[in-house]
């Protein structure tokens, strides 16, 4: 590239701090133009990229000449935002989930496909030293075949990331086996090599449905009433007004290559991380951890009782959050955006993410019963599968 990239971003909330990695004058991107519908996002842009063009007005960004885009809304509002830049011909970074339903996410699959514009989505954790560092073991043959996949999620930070906003309404989120597991979901599919076929899962609203002190919080930020002192979970002060969504689910996966995945979510623990066990058929591998210099154990021999671990790995560190893996998302995107090519992340793998979140989400407030999930076309995932080939440059 001879010359910066000109990125535009539609949404400056929750996620708007990736702007630091678009943003590099003279070093391959920058940031000119961020489009918000909110003063407030109109304005925090403003000040950290005074040089930016701000405006509320979506027509005026597609207009723009932009090379290429983050959208970073809400996550109901990812396909009538992406489907629009798509249709504009404007490289597209879409932050996951693609949305909340199977049909909007499908919505932006296919306008990719039909225009031929370069698709991205934000599976930062396939780009976390963590998982990066368990799917080296796997491929490495450390466990031979995997044949399951467990995950458990501590959300020690529920409480005030998912239930004083947004998040805690279905109308927004659909379940946050979507909007949060959508991270896991994916993981446990590439942990696993294969996409969830049939699913089904239990789940209840068990605690802060029962907290009475609640708030209109549509005017403030996560940052503003975050904090570790928020504790016990039924003391929690200022929940959103609306709350229906689920604070404990759990979901069983049977995967397309024959793999069985669990997958369990609680938002009143009081630690923070996530617990990765993968069982193949010569060992297993858990992480202890989530971050740099936390360890992955590894356990090839057969013992009685518990065993200390055959091998510990201790998880890389990186500059940039979530353990470097939100500069190296960025970077993979302008890349992409730029000359085509493969990526780690997958347009197909997001899809199928949130069709798993979705559809365990119907199982829960069902009767538990599984449910199948609905397949793409062939000729989409072939497209993507193959790296999005009408884009890549032909030599």
């Known amino acids: 590239m001879t010359q910066d990239l000109k990125v535009g971003i539609v949404g400056f909330g929750v996620r708007s701090g990736l702007w630091r990695h678009a943003h590099n004058p003279g070093g391959g991107s920058v940031v000119v133009m961020v489009c918000d519908t909110s003063e407030r996002g109109r304005a925090d842009a403003a000040e950290r990229i005074p040089t930016a063009e701000v405006t509320g007005d979506l027509e005026v ?32 970074f879409c932050e996951k989930p693609l949305d909340i339903t199977v049909e909007a996410a499908d919505a932006i699959l296919e306008a990719a496909y039909r225009t031929g514009t370069r698709l991205y989505v934000g599976h930062n954790m396939r780009h976390m030293p963590v998982v990066v560092q368990m799917r080296e073991l796997i491929e490495a043959g450390r466990i031979g075949e995997v044949k399951a996949v467990w995950c458990r999620h501590f959300v020690g930070h529920g409480g005030d990331y998912y239930f004083k906003d947004w998040h805690a309404q279905r109308a927004k989120v659909t379940s946050l086996l979507l909007q949060k597991g959508a991270h896991d979901i994916d993981v446990i599919h590439w942990l696993a090599g294969g996409y969830t076929r049939r699913v089904s899962a239990v789940g209840d609203l068990a605690v802060y449905g029962g907290v009475a002190d609640r708030a209109d919080n549509s005017g403030k930020r996560m940052g503003e009433w975050f904090s570790v002192k928020n504790w016990p979970p039924l003391e929690q002060r200022g929940l959103a007004e609306v709350i229906d969504v689920e604070d404990i689910s759990m979901m069983n996966m049977v995967l397309d290559n024959g793999v069985l995945a669990s997958y369990q979510q609680c938002h009143f623990t009081p630690d923070y991380w996530r617990n990765y066990t993968v069982i193949g058929t010569r060992g297993r591998i858990e992480n202890f951890g989530d971050g740099p210099g936390d360890t992955i154990k590894v356990w090839t021999t057969r013992t009685s009782g518990f065993a200390e671990p055959d091998e510990t790995v201790v998880v890389r560190d990186g500059e940039g959050g979530h353990g470097g893996a939100d500069p190296r998302l960025v970077a993979e995107f302008l890349r992409f955006a730029a000359l085509g090519g493969s990526t780690q992340t997958s347009p197909v793998a997001a899809r199928q993410a949130v069709a798993a979140g979705v559809l365990a989400a119907e199982s829960l407030r069902g009767d538990g019963s599984a449910r199948e999930i609905p397949a793409l076309p062939a000729e989409l995932v072939d497209y993507f599968n193959n790296g999005q080939p009408a884009l890549t440059p032909q030599g």
């Open 61 to 92: 960004l597609l207009g723009a000449g932009l090379d290429a885009v983050l959208v970073l809304t809400p996550d109901d509002q990812h396909a009538a935002v992406a489907v629009r830049t798509l249709e504009a011909g404007i490289p597209t």
